[in-house]
């Protein structure tokens, strides 16, 4: 009996959910940033329909309330008629009668393009899903059909499942929809097939941007080597839904620095072009990349299924955004497109901050992934002690992924973090079985056969405070991790603007600081130090000239209204650096050699493509890591 009528209901079920809902856009009003938007939920029975506007967006971890960019809601019944909206919340609306039918027309204004909003221009339409779609509460099983009403010039880039009309495009479900975003304009477009399995997959690229084809076309031959080397480092391409995986590309002016990752495609905007931003826009590229693996299928179990009306926290995110991070850099230098000074450079400002702040008195690398609400992209008016208090898992979990790599690899001679990386994607990532801390933990024990190795490493630094020992790990590849001002006097790491005759502290002062110590903090002026002016900050320096760690200043100040003197004691500059030991004249034995080809040369199997820079000034061709020309000092180019 109960088998018949479950038979009933998904029958029933099935035939509902194969009415797919209809979406409409238009842009009429490009200059003025606005969408029209029109979508039509039918065969839909005769209950209330709730409608909504996504709180949050996945991979940006903070409440957007996208609904701020909606007006003009309308509703319709299938005959035309206007139907009644109430608002039982601010992100909501409920129509309580109907005949089955409702169609909703509204207004989207947008004007910033990055991985999260939506930018509405004449020069493109740039969506991303969840900001820009009202959707209805119970059919995230339907299919949905959306039709782009687009000027003739411009070309639609998407994961979307494409149809035999260019402007019109199908997603199975909610989730995958909510999942692609669209880039519309005239850009650039690339194809590159790859081998998969027995058949190919489509990598592509839409590049919009206002500089010549030849850079954009320079650039996919970047974007191929990382793609190669990316792979390499789980041996394999995860199967993409339409056999596609889109690179969404804006480099212009009004575009915001930003990435975010999708299933099948990800969004790369940069205010910076080509030129002037390459390196760091190959990182971009090489970060969302790897998320196609890790978090798109190498999945947190606490982000499934994404819940768009709330923020959704992960306590994995430093694996997750962290361990992304550390391979991004790791990539790019992997496939020469950096030099191993360039990567000691990045890892010296990475693993300073990392060492430099108290944030681990607080909180351990789980509970700064859980922190994300609260950090990327978030907005509140009242400041925050997150100079003491906070260390971006991004940052947190990329120094982790570089002390668990260089720990493996002096443990275990023949296994490294790209091992882990394979496991973890053999236990949850191919297969898409969610996954845990504890199961991380599991598969580094797997990896390993060192169930005590992965013990201590979670119970130290993953799920405890304790700080891993950079300096003898960093050291097996000949890179030297010493203090960057040895010896020099300073106030601590402050964050400050010329105000008046005085420097004001824009950021809470750090624990420990000599300024800390003596009871300075944020918005407190500072106007002598024994005795002289520090109206500018390069007078500051001099004046900390005279001095040695160890001395007592006197320092006059104004804190809350009150002009106050206190006494402090110069420590030394807490900022670290990492470098050669090339340059820091140690020898380099063949162990180091060894070290650095198996950690930081290509692991691809396959050749990557030959990359060169240009010479702006003379002409000649250099190796694409290399920054400057060796003859004129010029800086390297993508182009001739
Ligand atoms: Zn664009
Ligand atoms: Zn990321």
């Given at each position: ?24 856009v ?7 940033h606005e ?11 005769k ?46 609306w ?13 207004t989207?204004f ?7 909003y939506?930018?509405?221009?004449p ?7 969840p ?21 003739k ?16 495009f ?11 975003p ?18 190919s997959q ?15 076309q ?11 080397e ?8 995860p ?22 990752e999708?299933?099948n495609s990800?969004?790369i ?7 002037t931003?390459?390196?760091?826009i ?5 970060h ?53 000074d ?11 901050f ?20 609260f ?15 906070f ?32 496991e ?40 405890g ?19 960057s001002?040895?010896g ?14 005085s420097?004001?502290?824009?950021k809470?002062?750090?624990?420990g ?17 024994n ?20 001395d ?16 402090l ?25 060894n ?19 240009y ?7 250099f ?18």
């Amino acid at each position: 009996m109960k088998f018949r009528l479950c038979v009933l209901v998904c029958l029933f079920q099935t035939a509902f959910a194969q009415e797919p809902i209809s979406y409409s856009v238009s842009f009429d009003n490009a200059e003025h940033h606005e969408a029209n938007i029109s979508v039509t939920f039918s065969n839909i029975g005769k209950e209330p329909l709730e409608l909504y506007m996504s709180r949050s967006s996945p991979g940006r971890y903070a409440l957007h309330e996208f609904v701020k960019n909606i007006y003009d809601v309308k509703a319709t019944d299938a005959k035309d008629k206007p139907l009644v909206l109430t608002q039982p919340d601010p992100y909501s609306w409920r129509i309580e009668k109907h005949d089955g039918t409702v169609t909703i027309n509204y207004t989207l204004f947008g004007d910033y393009c990055d991985g999260t909003y939506s930018a509405i221009d004449p020069t493109h339409a740039h969506l991303n899903i969840p900001a820009t779609f009202i959707w209805a509460k119970g059919m995230d099983q339907r299919p949905i059909r959306v039709q782009f009403k687009i000027p003739k010039h411009w070309k639609i880039a998407t994961q979307l499942k494409p149809t035999e009309n260019p402007v019109v495009f199908t997603a199975s479900d909610f989730q995958y929809f909510m999942d692609s975003p669209v880039e519309i304009s005239d850009f650039d477009w690339y194809e590159w097939k790859v081998p998969y399995k027995d058949r190919s997959q489509t990598i592509r690229m839409s590049l919009h941007h206002s500089d010549r084809k030849d850079e954009s076309q320079a650039f996919f031959e970047v974007v191929k080597a990382i793609v190669l080397e990316a792979k390499a480092v789980f041996l394999e391409f995860p199967q993409y839904d339409n056999g596609t995986y889109t690179f969404l590309a804006d480099y212009l002016p009004y575009a915001r620095r930003d990435g975010m990752e999708h299933r099948n495609s990800t969004v790369i905007t940069h205010h910076h072009s080509l030129q002037t931003g390459l390196i760091d826009i190959a990182g971009s590229v090489s970060h969302e990349f790897f998320h196609c693996w890790n978090v798109e299928r190498i999945r947190p179990k606490s982000l499934e299924p994404f819940d768009f009306m709330r923020a959704n926290m992960s306590g994995e995110l430093w694996f997750a955004e962290g361990f992304t991070s550390y391979y991004d850099a790791l990539i790019l230098k992997r496939a020469a497109i950096t030099s191993l000074d360039q990567y000691a450079k990045n890892m010296s400002k990475d693993l300073s901050f990392f060492l430099g702040s108290p944030g681990r008195r607080y909180f351990s690398a789980v509970d700064m992934s859980r922190q994300a609400p609260f950090a990327d992209a978030a907005t509140s008016n009242d400041p925050q002690n997150k100079s003491n208090t906070f260390i971006s898992y991004y940052n947190f979990g990329a120094m982790l992924g570089l002390a668990l790599d260089l720990s493996i690899r002096e443990k275990f001679p023949n296994l490294t973090l790209d091992d882990l990386m394979r496991e973890m994607w053999d236990a949850h990532g191919r297969n898409e079985l969610p996954y845990t801390n504890d199961d991380v933990k599991a598969a580094l024990a797997k990896t390993t056969h060192d169930k005590k190795f992965a013990d201590t490493f979670f119970e130290k630094y993953i799920f405890g405070r304790e700080t891993p020992g950079f300096k003898k790990l960093l050291a097996q590849a000949g890179l030297l991790l010493r203090k960057s001002k040895p010896g020099k006097p300073s106030l601590g790491t402050m964050d400050w603007k010329i105000s008046e005759n005085s420097i004001e502290l824009q950021k809470p002062s750090i624990i420990g600081s000599p300024l800390y110590k003596a009871g300075l903090d944020r918005g407190d002026k500072i106007f002598t130090i024994n005795g002289e002016g520090i109206a500018e900050i390069n007078q500051l320096d001099t004046i900390l000239s005279h001095y040695y760690i160890g001395d007592t200043l006197t320092v006059e100040y104004e804190q809350r209204t009150k002009r106050k003197t206190a006494k402090l004691i110069l420590a030394e500059d807490t900022e670290w650096e990492v470098v050669t030991f090339e340059k820091a004249g140690e020898p380099i034995t063949s162990d180091i050699e060894n070290f650095r080809k198996n950690w930081l040369t290509s692991r691809s199997s396959e050749p990557l493509p030959v990359l060169k820079k240009y010479c702006p000034e003379c002409k000649r061709l250099f190796d694409f890591e290399l920054e400057f020309c060796g003859f004129d000092g010029s800086e390297l180019k993508l182009i001739p």
